[in-house]
C-alpha cells in the first residue's frame, strides 16, 4: 500500500469520476444518402442504449462517404445542420452522452470546411466542437496518398468534454498520431482519450492499435478508437477493428471489420490504481524537460488553448 501522500497525489490528478459502461458504434452501410445515414446512425445510438451504454461514441465521418471529394457537398452548419439535429434529437432520445464521431462543417462566415466532432449530454445540448486539429495530409508512393488540406481547414484548440462520468479527451483520426494531444488532456484530469477515425488498409495493420496502446500506456489513460465498418464498394476501405484500452495498456474490447457495437467498462479506480502502482505522474523530470500541458488553459466550453 502506497504512503497517503502518495495515494493523495495520485487521485488529485484525476477529475472527478465514476465508471461508466462506453459503446464505439461500428457503423456500417453508410452511403450517398445522407438522409439514409442519420436514420441508421440514430437507430444504432438508440440500440446501444438498450443495451446500457451510457457513452455512446460514432465514427469519423459518419454522414457522409469519407473523401476530399464529398466533403464540400456534405457539409453542414452547426447552426442548422441536419446532422447535428439528429445527433442532439438522438442523445436527448437515448438519454446518454453522445460523442457524435464527425462531420464536414461549413462555417458560415469564413465558407471554411471543418472536420468536426461534437458532443452532447443526456438532455441534448451540444456541450462540445472539436476540430480536427491534425489534418491527415500523407503519402506512402504506391500505397496511399490523401490531402484533408486541399479541402478542409484545421481547428486550433484542444477539447476536453465534462460529463457527470468524469473529463474526456476527443481527437479525430489523424490526431491520434500526436501524443501532445493525450498527454496534455491526461494531465488536466481526462480519464479516457477518445478518436472516432477511419484508418485505412495501409495504416489500419501497422499503427491503429500501436498509437491507441502507446496514448494508453504512457498516459496511464483510457483509449477508445471508432471506425466505421468496412466497404469495400466504395471508395476508401476503413480498417474498422474499433478498439478500447485500458490504462494498463491493455486492449479490453475490439473487434474485426464488420458492422456491430463494441462496449467496455470505463472504471476511474482501473486509472488510479495504474498510476498508484506506477507513478510516472510524479516522477517526470519538469526540470530537465518541459511539461507540455502548462501552457495549456481550458475553458467551461470545454476548449483548451495556449494560454
Ligand atoms: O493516420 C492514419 O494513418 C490515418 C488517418 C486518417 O485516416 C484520418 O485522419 O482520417
Known sequence: MPPSSVLKTMSSILSPASP????????????ADKAKNLVHTRDMILKAANNGAQVVVLPECFNSPYGTNYFPQYAETLQDGESVAMLSAA???AKVYLIGGSIPEKEEASGNIYNTLTAYDPTGRMIAKHRKVHL???????????KESDILSQGDWLTHVNTKYGKIGVGICYDMRFPEMATIAARKGCLVMIYPGAFNLITGPLHWELLQRARAVDNQMYVAACSPARDLTANYHAWGHSTVVD?????IATTEESETIVYADIDPEQVKEVRTNIPLYNQRRF?????VSVSIKEHEDGTATKK
Open 20 to 31: 461508466f459502461k462506453l459503446a464505439l458504434i461500428q457503423l456500417g452501410g453508410v452511403g
Open 91 to 93: 442523445a436527448k432520445e
Open 136 to 146: 491527415f495530409d500523407i503519402d506512402v508512393p504506391g500505397k496511399i496518398k490523401f
Open 247 to 251: 490504462p494498463k495498456g491493455v486492449v
Open 287 to 291: 526540470d530537465v524537460y518541459d511539461d
